[in-house]
């Protein structure tokens, strides 16, 4: 039956990824230093929608995952933090599994290795979910360092 219902929101998150919003993205960038920024992406979700963590357990919803494209420009520092949230029930997936509500912010340390101006181009994959659906989605995000 558990199966059952997986195709089922599986098939649902296909056919209404493009209909509903359920979540918006922003990013900014912190300077932490001469040589390190803080990448930071903010997701804000519609009421009632859930947002699930970066590890999430076998057999649950999808993960959010983080990617960033490789460049000369700068290196990773570590992974991305995310809130730091109890894992609670989720009768969808009958299962604790760590989710956010409402805003969740996330952030990437990076090292810069230029002298110049240069964008990072990212992208996220993610699932929201509400008691009746689940949607699935991509985004494209940017960040603009202006190190001179």
């Not at 997986?6 to 998150?13: E, S």
């Not at 359920?22 to 230093?33: G, N, V």
Request: aromatic share 12%; net charge positive.
């Amino acid at each position: 039956m558990k199966n059952i219902f997986v195709i089922f929101l599986l098939t649902t998150m296909v056919c209404y990824s493009q209909k509903i919003k359920t979540i918006s993205w922003e990013t900014k960038t912190t300077k932490i230093s001469n040589k390190e920024y803080d990448l930071v992406i903010m997701a804000t979700l519609e009421p009632n929608y859930h947002l699930y963590s970066q590890t999430v357990p076998d057999n649950g919803p999808l993960p959010t995952i983080f990617s960033f494209n490789e460049s000369k420009n700068y290196k990773l520092v570590g992974v991305v933090k995310e809130p730091i949230e109890e894992a609670t029930f989720d009768p969808v997936f009958e299962n604790k599994i760590k989710s956010f509500d409402n805003k969740a912010i996330f952030s990437q340390r990076i090292k810069v290795t230029s002298k110049k101006r240069f964008k990072i181009i990212g992208k996220i994959t993610f699932m929201t979910c509400n008691d009746k659906t689940c949607i699935r989605g991509n985004k494209t995000i940017e960040f603009k360092i202006n190190k001179l």
